[in-house]
């Protein structure tokens, strides 16, 4: 009974506007009638009912319908609609005119009356609703005297549909708008002023008694982005910006959410845009496995690939709590997907070999791994067995079992390696090297940056820090790293896989390093405090195993560029096959003994690139640096 309730209640307003567009179809077809033989001073022969009028309306109703009038509301009235009341005046006009021709040869019709019919019906039909949306918005603004009121940054479009979106919710009362364009200084977007420049904000935030500030601008690149959350900062006032395009097309953000200004938003570069149709072209239908499902890159690998087409997602990973996490989350998110868990360590034979079994994969992604890097400095023993031994035993099953292609997640930091983790991804990477040949599995290596909000990355530990109140810990005023975010990494991994090349090695063109130091600044003030007064900067010296910058390409890798601007492809360099297989097995045998000495030996012997970097440690001597927060930079 109450959904028969629900439903009717929701049908008598629908209702209503058509009696309405109807009764106005009416009275403009007899009131230009009367109009017409007013002018040449006559009484119309019409009468009030007939065969005529009944064509009329039936003619008119059923071109609104389709037209699409009736599937808005009032409320939101709007150019859309307006553009469907010219197309239903015109197309009307012509289905009349064929229902009278076949019923009287428009005998009694006048032509003034068809000439001037759509302009008057759109007006009878338009004018009164605006006017109720004109009335309902001043309804709202009536109400807006509890409101928070809103300084809007950015006079564009975003910022027009912001309005809007404000004044339906009656929550907020936008006062005004901020804008550099000359153009539309003084001006009214959606009956709210421009009021000046975005560099005012201070000066006018005060003025209006703002209490939110929102950016408007989410075509704005990093550079001016920075501008703006800098000018936004000196207010004191919290702000928040409307979500990039992509963000909402990704399922980041939602349509009309306010969010805040995130770190990745000011990196300084633009994200990478994959080709999904080539991605989808490579995914769609098959069945992957992921090792190490359950971290930052493995779990969002899982996301990508249920996205983006995978029919079976197979988990491999020996964190229970992270594996029924992963796993909870795709069956939620993606009903329709085969899922596959496997909880074990994927470097033993018999684990891997039962889940390649059971998932029977046309790819697997190998993320399982140890990276933080000071840690494995004095973790040799299993920083060896987890990122060589285990990545050798998962290739080798890959190609005893024809898996079509093994995606081997590396970093930028095999290249010229100077600290445990480079090097044993480096052998990794000669490990898949000496196993591939054209007839069987394909190998790819994908090596990227610093990935954004990673478990154990600087992110998530600085926002620790400032939540504890500081300090915020750098190891160098210098040390700078290329960052990516956790989603555009697994785009990258998906991009790359999907390119088709065998024995290959992919690497993106990251832009600009980013300072370490700013990054910490800037985080510092998205949470509302100034570096150097609320929250200190520690510069501690750099940590075993660290370098001041990154390197991206190794000297004697030759890159050309593939199908995607942002991705290159390296030569890999030559390798034996015999040596490695050999290395290898020493490694085990060491590594049952735990023989730490061994494997350090053996590590340089196979990875003769490798360079350990000094220890520039100093605990007991850290630097305290405050920043003026008037003279900080900006990333």
């Known amino acids: 009974m109450s959904s ?15 009696l309405h567009d109807l009764a106005m179809v009416w009275l403009c077809w007899h009131g230009l009638h009367h109009f017409r033989y007013a002018m040449l001073d006559q009484s119309t022969p019409l009468p009030w009912w007939s065969v005529e009028d009944a064509i009329v309306l039936l003619s008119q109703g059923f071109v609104l319908w389709r037209v699409g009038l009736y599937r808005g509301l009032w409320r939101f009235a709007s150019v859309p609609d307006l553009w469907n009341l010219v197309k239903a005046g015109a197309l009307g006009l012509l289905t009349i005119v064929l229902g009278l021709f076949l019923y009287n040869r428009l005998d009694s019709v006048p032509r003034t009356v068809l000439l001037l019919y759509p302009f008057a019906l759109i007006g009878l039909l338009g004018t009164p609703r605006l006017l109720y949306r004109a009335w309902k918005e001043s309804h709202s603004a009536r109400n807006d005297h509890a409101a928070v009121r809103v300084l809007i940054l950015g006079a564009g479009q975003a910022g027009e549909a912001l309005v809007r979106d404000l004044h339906r919710t009656g929550a907020y009362q936008p006062v005004g708008f901020l804008d550099d364009a000359a153009q539309l200084r003084g001006s009214k977007v959606q009956g709210v002023p421009v009021l000046g420049q975005v560099r005012d904000v201070a000066e006018i935030a005060r003025e209006t008694a703002a209490k939110l500030l929102v950016i ?10 920075q501008k703006v959350v800098t000018a936004c900062e000196h207010t004191g006032l919290p702000f928040r910006m409307v979500p990039r395009l992509h963000d909402v097309l990704e399922g980041h953000s939602l349509p009309g959410e306010l969010k805040e200004v995130a770190i990745e938003d000011l990196l300084g570069r633009k994200p990478v845009l994959p080709d999904w149709k080539a991605i989808r072209g490579w995914l769609g239908g098959r069945t992957v496995l992921v090792t ?17 087409g995978a029919r079976r997602v197979a988990l491999v990973e020996i964190d229970e709590l992270a594996l029924t996490t992963t796993e909870a989350e795709l069956r939620r998110d993606f009903p329709d997907l085969e899922c596959i868990s496997v909880l074990g360590d994927c470097g033993d034979p018999a684990v891997i070999a039962h889940a390649l079994r059971l998932a029977e994969p046309d790819a697997l992604f190998h993320a399982a791994a140890y990276k933080q890097v000071p840690l494995l400095e004095a973790q040799l023993r299993e920083a060896v067995r987890n990122n060589v031994l285990t990545t050798d035993t998962v290739a080798r099953a890959c190609r005893d079992h024809d898996v079509g292609t093994f995606v081997l997640i ?8 100077v600290n445990v983790l480079g090097a044993t991804k480096r052998l990794a990477e000669m490990a898949c090297q000496s196993l591939a040949n054209r007839r069987s599995t394909r190998f790819v290596t994908v090596r990227f940056g610093n990935v ?5 990355s600087v992110v998530p530990l600085f926002r620790e820090q400032i939540r504890n109140g500081g300090p915020v810990t750098v190891t160098d005023p210098e040390v700078t790293r290329y960052f990516m975010t956790i989603p555009e990494a697994c785009q990258l991994i998906l991009q790359a896989s999907a390119i088709g090349s065998h024995e290959a090695i992919y690497t993106l063109d990251m832009g600009e390093p980013v300072p370490i130091r700013l990054l910490a600044e800037q985080m510092i003030r998205l949470a509302g405090k100034q570096p150097g007064r609320d929250i200190a900067i520690v510069f501690s010296g750099l940590r075993a195993g660290e370098k ?5 390409f190794h000297a004697e890798e030759r890159y050309r560029p593939t199908a995607h601007p942002k991705i290159l492809q390296a030569e890999p360099r030559a390798v034996s096959a015999e040596g490695i297989a050999l290395a290898i097995e020493r490694m085990r045998e060491a590594s049952n003994r735990y023989d730490r000495d061994a494997l350090s030996v053996l590590l340089r012997e196979a990875v ?9 440690i100093e605990p007991a001597t850290a630097i305290v640096v405050a920043f003026p927060a008037r003279n900080a930079r900006k990333i």
């Open 4 to 18: 028969w309730r629900t439903r009717w209640a929701s049908l008598l307003p629908r209702s209503a506007v058509v």
């Open 216 to 225: 408007a601008m989410p075509s704005a690149d990093a550079t001016a982005l």
């Open 292 to 308: 190490g499902a359950g971290g930052s890159i493995g779990a969002e690998l899982c996301r990508q690939c249920a996205k983006h």
């Open 410 to 417: 590396s970093t930028d930091k095999a290249v010229d390696p």
């Open 452 to 456: 954004l909000d990673s478990a154990g």
């Open 548 to 552: 001041l910058h990154e390197t991206l």
């Open 608 to 616: 003769p690139e490798f360079a350990p970097a000094p220890s520039n």
